[in-house]
């Protein structure tokens, strides 16, 4: 009976922990079904966008969001084709300001203005910036932040998504 006990134990730490593997693998929610039409004229599903993708809710208004763009761009650099970045503007941001923003500021990733709050709404409602989520190529939301990202974090979970062959 002892022999029997230990290995029903036995057998149920192990689903426990091929649970929390496989959950801490897949991720929680989907992303929203949404397409998403890149600088390049491409369009990218975010629901199963088959490379992952870094999405930033930003705004002019945001100094925090301003300054982390540098850090944005390095991540494109660092991960190129593997990695979409997509910096999604807020609707409550003047259309004008964010144009010569972009303008003023050619960095290598695209951006696109929720003019009608449809991504915003799509992703809960943002109304807080920055919030970044990071999808991974079979559409599960991997992070979420409300606030400043972590890189360093973000750089090792990107090169766990996308491994360079």
Known sequence: ????????????????????????FSGGDKAPALNVSLNTGEEIALNFPKKTVLVNFWATS????????PDLAKLKEEFGDRLEIIAISMDYDPKQ?????????????NFVQDTDAAYSEAFGKIRLTPTTFLIAP?????????????FDFLRQRIAQLSPQL
């Open 1 to 24: 009976m002892k022999n029997l006990s230990t290995k029903l134990f036995a057998a149920l730490v192990v689903i426990l922990i091929g649970a929390i593997v496989f959950f801490s």
């Open 62 to 69: 945001c100094p925090s969001c301003v300054s982390k763009m």
């Open 97 to 109: 300001q964010v144009e010569a923003f972009i303008r003023a500021n050619p960095y290598p990733f």
């Open 138 to 150: 079979n559409g599960n939301i991997m992070y979420r932040k409300i606030g400043d990202s972590d």
